[in-house]
């Protein structure tokens, strides 16, 4: 069975920088399909960043050119720098991993079957 445990989430004012961190145990990062997702209360789960097993990454435009997804192989984590936070950035951050196929895309939540309990992000203006 797959563990994936997030990290790194909190509080921060716009502007700021957080780095979240999603190990999985019984999974190699390096060589997988993974992404993260955000819900914010009252709206559906959202892909935010997709990484394949050969390093193409994908990301929601909202986020493009502030978040960076990055498998670290030596410590078999998913992270997930996100700079120049916004309050609309404000979710609760999953990671997912365990791809059942691509039809809906690797930002689609159906995509993906392991999934962590997630990490509060909190950007206040």
């Known amino acids: 069975q797959v563990q994936l445990v997030e990290s790194g989430g909190g509080s921060v004012q716009a502007g700021g920088s957080l780095r979240l961190s999603c190990v999985a145990s019984?999974?190699?990062?390096?060589?997988?399909?993974l992404a993260w997702f955000r819900q914010a209360p009252g709206k559906e789960r959202e892909g935010v960043a997709a990484?394949?097993?050969?390093?193409?990454?994908t990301y929601t435009d909202s986020v493009k050119g502030r978040f960076t997804i990055s498998p670290d192989g030596a410590k078999n984590t998913l992270d997930l720098q996100m700079n120049n936070l916004k309050p609309e950035d404000t979710a609760m951050y999953y990671c997912?991993?365990?791809?059942?196929?691509?039809?809906?895309?690797?930002?689609?939540?159906?995509?993906?079957?392991?999934w962590g309990q997630g990490t509060q992000v909190t950007v206040s203006s």
């Open positions: 990484i394949s097993g050969s390093g193409t990454t």
């Open positions: 997912a991993a365990g791809l059942v196929g691509l039809t809906a895309g690797r930002l689609s939540p159906a995509t993906y079957k392991y």
């Open positions: 019984t999974y190699t990062v390096s060589r997988n399909s």
